[in-house]
């Protein structure tokens, strides 16, 4: 069963209000709740807690949803690849900038 994805959506591969580019394919599943959203603000504006980042130890959970093929990835899969391993769809570069919202690096 594919994960539902919370949030501000502006369209099945997991854009957003405040992400959709073309390359913003992904959503990530919090910690704190594990449910999966298209990003940070989107948690922020959505859920009723504050969010928890992933600690380092736990880079083995799947918590990525790839937009595109729906494939679930690892953190440390995620984070070592610019592209879906399954689709080849490229993801956003810039999202390097926002890990520390989601993730202990």
């Not at 919090?30 to 600690?55: G, S, V």
Request: net charge negative; proline share 7%.
């Amino acid at each position: 069963m594919t994960p539902q994805v919370l949030g501000s959506l502006v369209d099945e591969q997991t854009r957003c209000i405040h992400y959709r580019t073309t390359l913003d394919v992904v959503a990530i599943k919090f910690h704190c709740c594990l449910e999966y959203y298209p990003c940070h603000q989107c948690h922020q504006e959505h859920a009723d807690h504050d969010a928890a980042t992933w600690p380092v130890e736990e880079q083995g959970a799947p918590a990525i949803l790839c937009g595109v093929c729906r494939e679930e990835l690892t953190i440390r899969t995620y984070l070592d690849v610019t592209s879906c391993p399954n689709c080849r769809t490229p993801f956003n570069p810039g999202c390097r900038l926002h890990v520390h919202h989601y993730f202990e690096v």
